[in-house]
């Protein structure tokens, strides 16, 4: 049973196992017909409509590429703050009621955290968040979810390290409570200024979550089965001169992962800067370039999903 129907996507905490299981089977079913060759036009007159506030290449492109994929079609606004009517001062309340009337769905990206959740009051379509400032990338850690058991074989019982930004990287404030319900041991590592935020590691250990915060991503590495990498988010900082003294903090390096098990997944939501180096590419395990195409899969689960199209 489809209980997504209807529903917005804001947060990676709010699904059932049982949605969780729905979306990774859809996404499954989907990328084994479009694998032989199959079309899957459930999304016939539907619009997707995609709103973004901030830069994207993977979220905004793969939402398109599923929406179309499905027999959709999309309305775009790439660069929504300057070139939609955000600039004459529109609240999101009332550019949700607008877009209801032009699309079935949309996703937005903006750099306030809520902002989704803002969209979403004011629209009668599901809305999906795409990134709402440092809080959640709900749609990220789905598909984050998807290739690990792709490339590990299970979710369960893993050790997983997520290194860099924890602090405004929003794609690990939404994967680390989805892997808590599959009994991952996480160690997180990270410059203390950027550690991850204290309610989500608090949470963590008060649901029984094994969670080592550690300095040495050596030590981690060689303990982990997944190494989840993030960017420093420059963006995100007031003050550009902390952020040039953090950046680099952590680099992933071939001496680096030759320390690792051979069958370490070496992960990174994208775009990376500078923390894996472009040697470390030809590693079996680095799996970021797979793990940003199996988005389009998992985006054409749940475009189908909360619009009742399967
Ligand atoms: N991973 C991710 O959100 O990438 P984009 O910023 O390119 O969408």
Redesign the pocket.
Known sequence: MNTLVGHDILTSDQFTLEELNLILSAAQQFETIINAGGIVDVMRNRVLATLFY?????????FESAMLQLGGQVLSVADAKSSSSAAKGETLYDTGKMIEGYAHVAVI?HPREGSAQELANGAGIPIIN??DGAGQ?PT?ALLDLYTIQKETGRLEELTVTLVGDLKYGR?VHSLAPLLARFGTRFMFVAPLELAMPAGITNQLREQGVEVVEMNDLGEAVQQSDVLYVTRIQKERFADPAQYETLKGAYVVDRSLIEQARPELTIMH???RVDEIAVEVDSFPGAAYFRQ?AN?VMVRMALLALVTGRI
Do not use: D, F, M
């Not at 901030?54 to 793969?62: A, F, H």
């Open positions: 901030e830069p994207s290449t993977r979220t905004r492109l793969s990206r795409g990134g990338h990220q794609t939501p994208l775009p940003a988005g």
